[in-house]
């Protein structure tokens, strides 16, 4: 599990999220509409939908939010057209960041994550500086607690997982982004409820930090997410567990 997946599943244990619930109501709305516009209203025939919906099922969005939400994306005219753009650069200790963002303004956009990175320790690069690093890959997640690793991995492995990977914040199955649904559905009907279910950018190498750079990127991180046109913050770090847990305490 990487470092940020392992960081993020500690935050949701924690419910660190919480706070921000109006915020994640707001970009979990900006993705569903686009989601809507580029691949039509049905999950059925949508898994880019169905995969966002999910996560706004999963997140207590009210039915009626997820249904404007789809309405306005699949609507078209006038309605607000989001457009996608990845931006690359470097955080602390060396750090390769993959920011994917839905904005309507690529000048206020650049603006905001040029001005986060800056101010704590990172910088924004050029196109492509970092994108070889990160593999497109589907992951399912589940809490550590009360699950049968063992039992999960057999079954994981038989709904056509890559991989399972294991680490004191939980557990993450690995897929193929094609069969992420799949693999999700088959668990849950093996008796295994997801914590999430997401495409996500992977690190094929990391980068071990500690001390004042691990605390460095784990702000950085969350400073990310925390703006608007941010939909997701990939990044190849690793942090022992251990740092995370206590530095989650004082988020």
């Not at 470092?3 to 599943?9: A, D, I, N, R």
């Not at 989001?82 to 650049?110: F, K, Q």
């Amino acid at each position: 599990m990487s470092g940020h997946s392992k960081w993020s599943t500690i935050k949701r244990k924690k419910g660190a999220a919480d706070a921000k619930r109006g915020k994640i109501f707001t970009k979990l709305i900006r993705e569903i509409a686009t989601a809507a516009r580029l691949g039509g209203p049905d999950p059925a025939g949508n898994p880019r939908l169905r995969l966002v919906v999910d996560k706004a099922r999963a997140a207590n969005m009210p039915k009626d939010n997820i249904e404007r939400a789809i309405q306005k994306g699949a609507g078209g005219g006038d309605s607000e057209a989001y457009e996608e753009v990845v931006y690359e650069g470097y955080g602390p200790g060396g750090t390769a960041i993959l920011l994917e963002t839905l904005t309507d303004n690529r000048n206020r956009t650049v603006s905001e994550v040029r001005h986060v990175l800056t101010k704590n320790g990172g910088n924004l690069g050029s196109s492509g500086c970092v994108a070889y690093l990160f593999e497109k890959k589907g992951l399912v997640s589940f809490d550590r607690d009360g699950i049968d690793a063992d039992a999960l991995m057999e079954a994981a492995l038989e709904a056509g997982a890559e991989d399972v990977l294991e680490s004191d914040a939980g557990v993450e199955v690995v897929a193929t982004p094609s069969e992420l649904h799949a693999v999700k559905s088959a668990l849950q009907g093996a008796g295994f409820e997801a914590a999430d279910a997401r495409i996500s950018m992977e690190p094929s190498t990391t980068v071990n930090l500690d001390g004042g750079d691990a605390e460095a990127m784990l702000r950085l991180a969350d400073a990310l997410e925390d703006l608007d046109d941010v939909q997701a913050v990939h990044a190849n770090f690793d942090i022992s567990e251990e740092t995370m847990a206590r530095l989650a305490d004082g988020a």
